[in-house]
Structures are given as structure tokens and as C-alpha cells.
């Protein structure tokens, strides 16, 4: 699961509602806007492995606990590779002097080595996801 946090004014820019990213909406606002979030879910970010698109089998928008930021849920299946290529070509399509950065980690315990900090400048790079369980004996 890749989970995306981006400030409201960032989500509502990149849904297309505004074409300030520095202008927020209210938290009160979010269902009504949901089904634009819903819809950029998915394309927010891309995940290819042996240089294959991997596909999200489920993603989703709803507002955070603290109600500043929304956070966008893309469930994948597992890899079957450690190493993946990420993209997150949000990061391009700010406007430009627009400082943005995407700070990955690959799990709760990750190291220096599993983590990547993302920008528009270099929106793309390989994580690394530690060992592959082995697959379920029949």
C-alpha cells in the first residue's frame, strides 16, 4: 500500500479545482470535492517493476485525523521484486517555483536505504522493499 499526504490546497490544484495550489478549501467542503480526489487517485503515482506497470487493485481519498491534508490510498499487489522504480509525476505538475517534495519510506521500519525524497526536478526513483516472502506452500 502506498499511502500519498498532500495539502489540501495541493489536492484541490491537482483535481483541477483551483489553479492555485496555495488556495485551500474547507474541511467541511471535502465531500463534495471527494469524487474529484477519487478520480486522480489512481495517477498520482506509478510503480513499475522489471520495467512493467504495476496496477493499484484499489485507491481512495478521504481527509486526514487533523483535517489539513488529504490522503490518497493506493493499494498494490505485492512484487515479486525488491527493487521497484516509483514515480510521482504530481510533483511536475506544480506550478513552477512551487517547492515540493515526496519523502518515501517502504514500511514502518525503513532505513536510509529504503527510503527516496522525491521532487519535481527528479520525480522518479528506485525503492527498495527488503526481502519478498516466499510464496504460501498448496
Known sequence: MLRVLLARSVAAHLAGLTPNPRVY???ADFAARQVNFDR???DLCFIKVNDRPLEPKKTGAALSQDKE???FTLTYPRPTATRVLLECGWLSRLPEGYAASAPI??????TAADSLRLTAANPSGYLHLGSVPAPASP
Open 25 to 27: 478549501f474547507a474541511p
Open 40 to 42: 486522480i487517485a489512481k
Open 69 to 71: 491534508e488529504v490522503a
Open 105 to 110: 519510506r517502504a514500511g514502518a521500519e525503513a
